[in-house]
């Protein structure tokens, strides 16, 4: 089990040291001022009860307010008789205003520090959680780790501010006014300690069910978060498919295991506060009984009873704040372990990490020889076998297969999206597992079928991987997608919002801004995968007049079902169960009659019939 202290909500408060200095100081500014607060009180009553034998006593006479204010302030003018009472409530305003002071302070500053935290730990969390690979995302669930980045990083401020006010103020504020107790009277204040091993074994017994019940409860709701993440990005399918009772009683299923969940949660927490709260009502009784009985035997004087009273209240208020607190923590704690689960993966823990003493990689001139490679997403169950091809500077090859025939794959391990299980990949003579990931995948363009956008503007969006693009670039990139017509259309033109997804624009219009974006980057190894499917005729002309120029005197690899789209490339490897089955031109492979003949005659039987109906 991972110790606290090698958390990082444990690490970054340490790094902001001089805010918990200050908190720390308001904190025992309080306690003091906790712990002198019923002194003054005690002298005034013992004062008035000493000096002022009948005191108290209710003579049955009436005085009228304006007389009671005129002779108050004649004697606090004329004589000295109530200065015990005008030195005592100064005091006590004294206390009370630093009181409200550290109190401000701390609370400034606890705030301050938990935003702190919070940032920084959403920080680390999104960093470390979007440079793992993409075998991790392949088994984990969306909505989860977005719960865990915005959800669960908000209940760390919890963690903090009750650790800290219970360790620098409600500790020493109790061990403070039992010192002083036993110090008063010994026997009576034994009637302040047997309540807090009652209390503590309460919170403890309470506290582990809250926790246990928060933690399933977090973990149910990131699957309620992942089912509703779904079903909001597949809306299209779900209508279509007319699957809107099934998604949502999903949702509600999981939905009434959380509230469950939930409500063992609230009662574990009810029986935390009410069990305190009864053994503290209780205990008031008692101390009350007993205090008036040791006045009885003269053993303590009214004052000192009152000193008891006000330091019983003070002794309580943390142990119920400490209640609260706990149920308070044990949601965080449930919270924390959740992000440093994520925390905690390493990257080399799923297969595909940078090498140590990897380099960046040179400008690459474009030569990529794939070498007997073996992989499966599964390792039983192998998608590519033994594939070998060598691709050279500036050819443009195209690989073709049925379906699942591992053609995308390829291309995946090319940038390292996963790693293969035998073979080598190089680029320039050199094995890629040499270079950064950065340097690597930042020198390979690729324009995918389902080009992703951002809910940004469309000039964002062509400089997603060139922020630093000067306007007169971004513009002569769209020119070059043919996308600056469509642009300038717009609202707003490249100042236009595109919405979540791009929701906006066609297909064939985010195909071109994606065409832009890789003719910005001048990278010299182009992936063009699926780059034309599903647009209509016009679009596609149009996407292939890009794709033209994106891959001009670059090294260019297609990965496609449509084969009237790849006619022109240099070379056509036909792929089947992830090995190379033929490879030729286009006019060559069609004269061998062999497997790309078949592909060719299937897809031009599928268009023929298309073209009758």
């Not at 930042?442 to 080009?451: A, F, G, K, N, P």
């Amino acid at each position: 089990m991972l110790k606290f202290k090698d958390t990082q909500l444990w690490k970054i408060s340490l790094q902001n040291w001089p805010m918990i200095v200050i908190i720390s100081l308001c904190l025992i500014g309080q306690t003091a001022m906790t712990l002198l607060m019923p002194w003054p009180m005690k002298h005034i009553i013992d004062h008035i009860i000493r000096e002022y034998p009948t005191a108290g006593v209710v003579t049955g006479s009436e005085q009228g307010l304006v007389h009671f204010v005129l002779m108050s302030a004649k004697t606090f003018i004329t004589g000295h008789e109530y200065d015990f009472l005008y030195k005592g409530i100064g005091a006590l305003c004294l206390i009370v205003f630093f009181n409200s002071l550290f109190l401000y302070i701390q609370s400034l500053y606890i705030a301050k520090m938990g935003q702190t935290i919070t940032l920084e730990v959403r920080r680390k969390l999104f960093s470390h959680l979007i440079n793992l690979p993409q075998s991790f995302f392949d088994k984990s669930k969306s909505g989860d780790l977005t719960n865990r980045i915005s959800k669960d990083t908000a209940e760390l401020h919890d963690i903090f501010e009750s650790f800290i006010v219970i360790a620098v103020n409600h500790v020493p504020t109790i061990i403070g006014i039992l010192i002083i107790a036993f110090t008063l009277d010994r026997i009576y204040a034994l009637t302040f300690v047997f309540v807090i091993p009652l209390i503590y074994t309460a919170t403890s017994y309470f506290v582990k069910r809250t926790k246990d019940s928060m933690r399933h409860q977090r973990r149910i709701e990131g699957n309620m978060a992942s089912t509703a993440q779904e079903a909001i990005y597949y809306h299209k399918a779900v209508i279509s498919h007319s699957m809107e009772d099934g998604v949502t009683e999903e949702l509600l299923s999981d939905g009434r295991r959380s509230a469950s969940r939930g409500e063992q949660s609230g009662k574990f927490q009810g029986l935390l506060s009410s069990s305190v709260e009864f053994i503290v009502s209780m205990t008031t009784a008692l101390v009350l009984f007993v205090g008036a009985l040791r006045i009885l035997h003269g053993c303590l004087t009214v004052g000192q009873l009152t000193v008891f009273l006000a330091y019983l209240k003070s002794l309580f208020n943390p142990i119920k704040q400490f209640s609260k607190f706990m149920g308070r923590v044990a949601k965080s704690v449930a919270s924390n372990e959740r992000i440093e689960e994520i925390l905690k993966i390493s990257v080399s823990s799923e297969g595909d990490s940078e090498a140590p003493d990897a380099m960046d990689a040179d400008r690459f001139k474009g030569h990529i020889q794939f070498t007997d490679i073996t992989f499966g997403y599964v390792p039983e169950q192998r998608i590519i076998n033994g594939f070998s091809l060598e691709v050279r500077p500036g050819q443009k090859v195209a690989l073709v297969g049925g379906s699942g025939s591992g053609k995308s794959t390829i291309v995946q391990l090319l940038l390292r999206l996963y790693e293969p299980g035998h073979g080598s990949i190089n680029i320039d003579g050199v094995d890629i597992k040499r270079f950064t990931f950065k340097s690597l995948r930042s020198q390979i363009s690729t324009v995918l079928q389902d080009s992703f956008m951002f809910d940004s503007t469309i000039k964002n969006n062509i400089a997603l991987m060139c922020n630093d693009a000067p306007e007169e670039k971004i513009i002569a990139a769209a020119k070059a997608a043919r996308a600056h017509d469509f642009i300038m259309e717009l609202p707003n033109g490249y100042e236009t919002s595109i919405g979540e997804g791009g929701s906006s624009l066609s297909g064939g219009q985010k195909r071109r801004i994606a065409i832009a974006r890789s003719i910005l980057c001048d990278a010299p190894i182009v992936i063009l995968d699926e780059p034309t499917t599903g647009l209509d005729a016009a679009s596609e002309k149009m996407v292939m007049e890009a794709l033209d120029i994106l891959s001009k005197n670059k090294t260019t690899i297609i990965v496609t079902h449509q084969l009237s789209t790849i006619i022109n490339s240099d070379r056509i490897v036909v792929i089947d169960k992830g090995r190379v089955v033929e490879e030729g031109d286009h006019g060559t492979l069609l004269q061998k009659r062999g497997s790309y003949w078949r592909l060719w005659q299937d897809q031009k039987g599928v268009e023929s019939n298309s073209s009758r109906r």
